[in-house]
């Protein structure tokens, strides 16, 4: 695939760093959003419930062969996960309607998740700052996100990383950021 993104800061605060997703990491990646969406089954949520039944639907393997999965590493460990779609999928399409086009001047984030043992540390943040921040897309000009309705805590966590609220589709609310890249 042609790239049509640079990674200019590859260095998260503490020893991170964040690169392209390889192949041969995806059961790691698989593991890591496996264990989230078992913390969030554990809160009483159903969000990510569909991979505790074997069903991605943002199809994680092929995302990582279209380099649109981004890694956290501290030192060789993967900590943090975050999926950045250079073209809209059908989920996009659905919750965004008319603002969502083939080629628009959007990224579209999903799947942002951090190890569990780095909860509360300010990773979650600063994996969210460096999507808007350290890496630039080609005609893209702001970064897009859903989350589900009834977790106040995440609808509060991306409004204090300055994403905008957008409004609610469903049972989702909708968030977007001006890439400062770009």
Request: charged residues 25%; neutral net charge; hydrophobic residues 35%.
């Amino acid at each position: 695939m042609k790239t049509d993104f640079t990674i200019i800061n590859p260095y998260i605060e503490g020893n991170y760093t964040v690169s392209v997703a390889k192949t041969e990491e995806a059961d790691e990646i698989m593991s890591l959003l496996l264990d989230t969406a078992k913390w969030l089954q554990t809160k009483g949520s159903q969000q990510w419930g569909e991979l505790l039944k074997g069903h991605d639907s943002h199809n994680t393997v092929g995302s990582i062969q279209q380099e649109e999965v981004f890694v956290c590493k501290h030192y060789n460990e993967i900590v943090g996960v975050v999926i950045l779609k250079r073209q809209p999928s059908s989920w996009d399409y659905q919750l965004w309607g008319s603002k969502v086009y083939v080629d628009d001047e959007a990224i579209y984030l999903h799947r942002l998740t951090i190890s569990r043992k780095r909860a509360n540390s300010g990773l979650g943040s600063a994996l969210l700052n460096w999507c808007d921040s350290a890496i630039s897309f080609r005609n893209k000009k702001v970064i897009r996100l859903d989350c589900i309705a009834s977790n106040a805590q995440l609808f509060s966590f991306y409004e204090s990383n300055r994403y905008q609220y957008m409004g609610q589709v469903g049972d989702f609310k909708l968030f977007e950021k001006k890439l400062l890249t770009n």
